[in-house]
């Protein structure tokens, strides 16, 4: 596997809003002759490096841009039955204590646990997704540093839907937690795509969007506090910044997030999913930094 740096706008143009939102350090696109690489839709960062997993059941370990280290490819699912379906990861999160992972799949609609080495997988769907849509369901899944569990579908139930659904699990879903349902309603012409929690408590949500004239993929991020969720209402969020033109786009579906703790910046990874190489998209791994404004009393 190759990294190629991409341009990116320099100083003050690098932030993706106003000011003090993230300035984008960095950008690569990867690229590997192997025929299981690409399609990845989620992000774990580990000890200088990455694991990264695709819709078509597939993982990446790789060496962060600028390190040295093995890289490696493979199969995180056998499958069995309808491939996509079987197979469809699109979101991960994992304990840093133990190593374990947790993995979000369409389709199924279902949350898959296994241990650091990708053995031992245990498969729960819950009851309370079962009426997400199959191709909008568990697109965002985030283990908590408490223990709790937050899963965010990526579409609403209806056009009429106030949000989507989401739920937030007192426990492991995989040892029978049962959640809390509450809804999430991104910007406009924006789906979630995937989180994470900051040091702080706090977590950074990622949106796609897609916009027409040109048509092109673009993505936002949002920060929302686990704290503000209440059963049956909208969770609140702030708009944090726009990658879209001239930044590099692609169908950013993964992200990652480092550092941040006791004032420090925190760095920002997100991956594109190429979709199998179609329409011109790549896989695309950015890298922000960013300096979070202080939790209010």
């Known amino acids: 596997m190759a990294y190629v740096r ?17 300035v984008m350090t960095g950008a690569w696109r990867m690229e590997s002759p192997n025929t299981q690489f690409g399609s990845y839709s989620a992000l774990l960062i580990t000890d200088g490096g ?21 890289v490696e490819i493979g199969r995180a699912l056998s499958g069995a039955g309808d491939f996509k379906q079987m197979q469809d990861i699109e979101s991960a999160t994992a304990d840093p204590e133990t190593g374990r992972i947790w993995l979000g799949l369409e389709g199924r ?16 769907q819950p009851s309370a997704m079962q009426h997400w849509q199959s191709n909008g369901g568990p697109e965002s899944l985030l283990r908590l540093a408490d223990g709790r569990f937050l899963v965010l579908a990526e579409s609403a139930l209806s056009w009429k839907a106030k949000g989507s659904p989401a739920l937030l ?57 686990p704290a503000h969720i209440r ?41 594109s999913d190429d979709n199998g190489g179609e329409l011109l998209q790549h896989t695309v791994l950015l890298r922000l930094s960013w300096q979070v404004p202080p939790l209010k009393p």
């Open 169 to 225: 699990f007192p426990g492991d879903p995989v040892e029978g937690a049962q959640p809390e349902e509450f809804l999430f309603a991104p910007p406009e012409n924006y789906l979630p795509t995937d989180i994470k929690q900051l040091p702080d408590g706090r977590v950074l949500i990622l949106l796609r969007g897609i916009s027409l004239l040109p048509p092109r993929f673009t993505a936002k991020l949002v920060l929302a506090d």
């Open 50 to 70: 990455f694991l990264s997993f695709s819709d078509q059941g597939g993982f990446l370990r790789a060496p962060l841009p600028g390190r040295r280290g093995k």
């Open 231 to 271: 059963a049956g209402q909208l969770w609140p969020w702030q708009d944090v910044g726009t990658i879209d033109r001239p930044f590099p786009l692609d169908n950013y579906e993964g992200l990652e997030v480092t550092g941040g703790a006791q004032g420090a910046p925190l760095t920002i990874w997100i991956i």
């Open 6 to 22: 991409l341009p990116i706008p320099m100083g003050e143009e690098a932030r993706i809003g106003g000011s003090g939102s993230p």
């Open 109 to 124: 609609n279902a949350i898959i646990r296994m241990e650091a080495d990708l053995s031992g997988a245990k498969v729960v």
